[in-house]
T-cell receptor
Framework: GAVVSQHPSWVICKSGTSVKIECRSL??????MFWYRQFPKQSLMLMAT?????????EQGVEKDKFLINHASLTLSTLTVTSAHPEDSSFYIC????????????FGEGSWLTVV | GIQVEQSPPDLILQEGANSTLRCNFS?????LQWFHQNPWGQLINLFY???GTKQNGRLSATTVATERYSLLYISSSQTTDSGVYFC???????FGAGTRLTVKP
């Protein structure tokens, strides 16, 4: 079946630095990918829709200058958390659709970000 | 936007028991999926089920699109079923708050 991979799985960074998370569709092309964040014991909240070759669409309340999204190819989207702060510590997860029958959405393994 | 509500928020079962999880949504949907999130955060696809009924082993799901709800059935529960169960709708996957299931041995 379709596979979506994220890297890194775990990352610790210092306050004020930037960190990049990659989301790859391994065996299919994804013109659209989605980024979510999840705080402990809460649900997943959609942050933005990543469109290949164009600007991402951000959900209300998500700072586009802080969470930079780049979707440079049909198999890769990146999320960069800029000038990270401890409150950015969270679980970040991406998803993509293979566009096949059923239009099933597949999720990456997620990335745990801790800002110290 | 579309609202997704799940119930119950928490569920504790004894191993071997059956359970039903519910997902209500506020508008018609073209995509509805059930997921199990394991303790490491990974989301496991259970069902793509915008309508109708599907079964996979001890799990089955039914979506009644006209009445805007979906049910996930877990039979003969096992401790490995523990975790959070989410339903999500539409192409960009709007999630409910989840049901936290604990199965005790």
């Amino acid at each position: 079946g379709a596979v979506v991979s994220q890297h890194p799985s775990w990352v610790i960074c210092k306050s004020g630095t930037s960190v990049k998370i990659e989301c790859r569709s391994l065996d299919f092309q994804a013109t659209t990918m989605f980024w979510y964040r999840q705080f402990p014991k809460q649900s997943l909240m959609l942050m933005a829709t990543s469109n290949e070759g164009s600007k991402a669409t951000y959900e209300q309340g998500v700072e586009k200058d802080k969470f930079l999204i780049n979707h440079a190819s049909l198999t890769l989207s990146t999320l960069t958390v800029t000038s990270a702060h401890p409150e950015d510590s969270s679980f970040y997860i991406c998803s993509a659709s293979d566009g096949g029958a059923g239009n099933t959405i597949y999720f990456g393994e997620g990335s745990w970000l801790t800002v110290v | 936007g579309i609202q997704v509500e799940q119930s119950p928020p928490d569920l504790i079962l004894q191993e071997g028991a059956n359970s039903t999880l519910r997902c209500n949504f506020s508008d018609s949907v073209n995509n509805l999926q059930w997921f199990h999130q394991n303790p490491w955060g990974q989301l496991i696809n259970l069902f793509y089920i915008p309508s109708g009924t599907k079964q996979n082993g001890r799990l089955s799901a039914t979506t009644v699109a006209t009445e805007r709800y979906s049910l996930l059935y877990i039979s003969s529960s096992q401790t490995t079923d523990s975790g959070v169960y989410f339903c999500a709708v539409e192409h960009d996957m709007r999630f409910g708050a989840g049901t936290r299931l604990t199965v005790k041995p």
